[in-house]
């Protein structure tokens, strides 16, 4: 199993630029998330999907959208760049009756 | 409001001490609580978790933790540290009352272990 990957591993935007950040798992977990990661503020939750086709917000959803078609796949849209969201991005995973979640590599954004 | 904190950003500890990582969780999360590290430019890997079980978790590398319901507190140990725990730790607890998978992290503790 690869687990959860995560693409691209460095990203530099343009302020206003839009872009997919991409998130998938090949555990069939029903259960799966973003974080972004700030330096002393920890990992926040920005959106988390509970099974195909169902989306919920985060505690930081403000600037991000994303979709959930399959079981496999959860990407994060970023409609239009901010400096703000210069971030360490996260992807997890999990089975929906296990709260132990599996993180992916991780996505570095910078914006510009 | 549900919330973890941990106490202290960074702790040094010499190869070879105890390490103590500090984690206290408000009452309203319920039991489940985990210890995640992260290593430099790296995603985060749990180290154990708390589910209701034993309150004396063992997890990977030598670390263990105590759930202390009295005291909300769920600290991170190892007896000895060595060079390669060096590492940012997270703690963290399920949110919303267990109705879904999130977690609420605390804003994590850099230990640097010196040599």
């Known amino acids: 199993n690869a687990g959860v990957t995560q693409t691209p591993k460095f990203q530099v935007l343009k302020t206003g630029q839009s872009m997919t950040l991409q998130c998938a798992q090949d555990?069939?977990?029903?259960?799966m998330s973003w974080y972004r990661q700030d330096p002393g503020m920890g990992l926040r939750l920005i959106h988390y999907s509970v099974g195909a086709g169902i989306t919920d917000q985060g505690e930081v959803p403000n600037g991000y959208n994303v979709s959930r078609s399959t079981t496999e796949d959860f990407p994060l849209r970023l409609l239009s760049a901010a400096p703000s969201q210069t971030s360490v991005y996260f992807c997890?995973?999990?089975?929906?009756?296990?709260?132990?979640?599996?993180f992916g590599p991780g996505t570095r954004l910078t914006v510009t | 409001a549900q919330s973890v904190t941990q106490l202290g950003s960074h702790v040094s500890v010499s190869e070879g001490a105890l390490v103590l990582l500090r984690c206290n969780y408000s009452?309203?999360?319920?039991?489940?609580l985990f210890w995640y590290v992260q290593y430099p430019n790296q995603g985060l890997q749990l180290l154990l978790k708390?589910?209701?079980?034993?309150?004396l978790v063992k997890g990977i590398n030598g670390f263990e933790a105590e759930f202390k319901k009295s005291e909300t507190s769920f600290h991170l140990t190892k007896p000895s540290a060595h060079m390669s725990d060096a590492a940012e730790y997270f703690c963290a607890a399920v949110g919303d009352g267990g109705a879904t998978n999130k977690l609420i992290f605390g804003t994590g503790t850099l230990l640097a272990v010196q040599p």
């Open positions: 009452s309203s999360v319920p039991p489940y």
């Open positions: 555990m069939n977990h029903e259960y």
């Open positions: 997890a995973s999990s089975y929906s009756e296990d709260y132990e979640q599996y």
């Open positions: 708390y589910t209701s079980a034993a309150t």
